[in-house]
């Protein structure tokens, strides 16, 4: 129904077709299936969670899926798609304008617009921003023609990436000592390298994720450095049936550069007055050689190295997708750019909630989770956001979601699958804590982080089957003290102890 001066009135609005958007429209819609709940998105396709399992009480897996969003209202017919981008939020007036010049009045608002790539520079045509699918097309078609790029980031779309790169050299600089530091420790790196430098690559399976193209899409050139229109975040599989082949005939050819960053960027014409000299890939331990091919572009490390390459892969992380928000409305953001939500998902204003990547959690934590910007937690605060509108909406009080007690995840990394739990890392743990280990070569990779003889978080790689049983240990943090180191030992049957 229109309100005054054109104005539609809707009791939710949710803005952002990623999996939190979503996730929340659809919780929404079924709680209250006689009200229209406006989905606000600036893509024409959503991101849908498919193929749900909860493999434990902590522990989901899931494959995302684009569909285009007529789908989603055939599912839902009381979600209302609205495809435009939001331009201005007002709200001590609780309005929305979008970028199509209309209006819409909420009573309750989730902003769940997701992030954006954190790009080591901006607007140039040779850095390219990976974290969704829409990059990972326009990486595709530039990388036929590459024969090395520089890959700068250490998170999982890097670590996935320099595996699924073959025929193409690649220099990948980190500021770690190790690579996927966001997900593993040294040790962990160690066991994983070994699968870089194998030559022999299965065969890429069929992408599980079917994919809509808006049509006439395809011809539309995208202007060089083009991040500016949001896709949505990238799946755990996100690189499967995308070819990623270089023009080189050989297969992995990786060289790490640790502890250093991007200090500058040079196009091939300010190289070539520097006078300096870049430096060939390395055939040895020892880089020294002069490189004489003239590159597109060049990376100048801290390191005081520099290397020419056909182009940049920016891979560090992301920012919260908040300006378009932020405008005349006075939110209190946390230190990594999002919007500040309390344990309902509310943020500092009133009837506005938000839930993804946007957001930064500022409740006091369980001491064994942590936000970080994943799929999962996307789906669980997305979940969680509308099931706490709707609580308030209707005058009823609701519990903290248990997704928030543990930390968990599962994905894969270079085809093992990786289960992280709880503080896995030791994060904010200080010196006060022990690492116990067990490994495998190429079978499995085994670490628990101890903290006064209770288990404060694990990772596990390969096919260990230890997730539930440690995922019990972290919540009912029993004293472990007395099994000491047994409590890895192969040939005692852990699970027999904690069923």
Known sequence: MAGPGGAVRGRFAVVGGGIAGVTCAEKLAAEFPSEDIFLVTASPVIKAVTNFKQVSKTLEEFDVEEQPSSLLEKRYPNIRVIQSGVKQLKSDEHKIYTEDGKEYIYEKLCLCAGAKPKLIVEG????????????????????????????????????ELVYEIQGCEVIWAIKDKAIGNTFFDAGAAEFLLPKLTVESQETPIECKRTKYTVEGSEEKVRPPGASDKLGS????????????????????????????????????????????????FPKGEKNVEVDEVLWPVYVELTNGKIYGCNFIVSATGVVPNVEPFLDGNNFAVGEDGGLEVDKHMHTSLPDVFA????????????????????????????????KCMAAEALGESIDMDFSFELFAHITKFFNYKVVVLGKYNAQGLGSE????????????????VMQNGRMMGAVLI???????????????????SAYGEDLLNPDIDIEDYFD
């Open 124 to 159: 140039n045509p040779y850095v390219l921003g990976i974290r969704d699918t829409d990059s990972a097309q326009a990486f595709q078609k530039n990388l036929a023609q590459a024969e090395r790029i520089v890959v700068v980031g250490n998170g999982g779309i890097a670590l």
């Open 233 to 280: 975040a990238l799946g755990p599989d996100w690189h499967e049936g995308l070819h990623l082949k270089g023009t080189k005939e050989f297969s992995h050819k990786v060289h790490i550069e640790i502890l250093c960053e991007v200090k500058k960027i040079h196009l091939q014409q300010e190289f070539i007055q520097l006078q300096q000299t870049s430096l060939t």
């Open 355 to 386: 839930a993804g990547d946007i957001c930064t959690a500022a409740w006091e934590p369980s001491p064994v989770w942590h936000q970080m910007r994943l799929w999962t937690q996307a789906r669980q605060m997305g979940w969680y956001a509308a």
């Open 433 to 448: 804590h022990e690492l116990m280990l067990r490994c495998t070569k190429g079978h499995e990779y085994i670490k628990v």
């Open 462 to 480: 390969g096919e260990t089957d230890l997730e539930e049983t440690f995922e019990n240990l972290i919540l009912n943090q029993m004293d472990l």
